[in-house]
């Protein structure tokens, strides 16, 4: 399991769960989101029956047939996630990161293990060049602005769908979301292990 939080609204959680999960199809598994957004980014892609993974709207009763949970938090939840692993998304700008920041270290605080990613990134603007690299050094992965997301978004679709396959920069983007999943699926296989020695 992990969650996409950040309590600031507008900086890509919805779009990497659905992209992550898309990634994870590839994979060959069978992931789950948990919409917990009242704005139903996600859902609302769901609905569009473009997606080849299932999104729903509550924690199911029981454990959910899923290789990998993924919990897509609302905006304004600056309640810590339930979920060891914790994927962090934020913008550089000032005024954007500022709140990353502070999620962050109460993040860390508590022990969570957080995968920070940096969305959006203008390299054009000091400011943010420089929140971007400093995040490179302490680890952070980057997901870069491109033409594919607003392309897929178009058709509530991600960018593994087939019908983006000849977007300018599709693979590099595709590459990045993989990275991505890479390390979430390193941190879930890390905490199973920790839970079976545990047991």
Known sequence: MVSIWNPKGGQGKSMISINLAAAAVELGL?????CQDPQGTSTLFYNSHNLPFKVVSEIPDQAPDADLVIFDHQASD????????????T???RSQYATFADAKRMADEAGKTVIPVVTDGNM????????VLALRQQGAFEIRSSVAF??????YRTIFDPELNRVNNIKDRRREVEAVLSAVLQGVNNKEKQDHVAA
């Open 30 to 34: 069978k992931p789950l989101v948990i």
């Open 78 to 89: 600056w309640e810590l996630p339930p979920c060891e692993l914790v994927l962090m998304p």
């Open 91 to 93: 913008k550089p700008e």
């Open 124 to 131: 054009q603007r000091k400011n943010e060049k420089e929140t």
């Open 150 to 155: 607003s392309r897929a978004a178009d058709d």
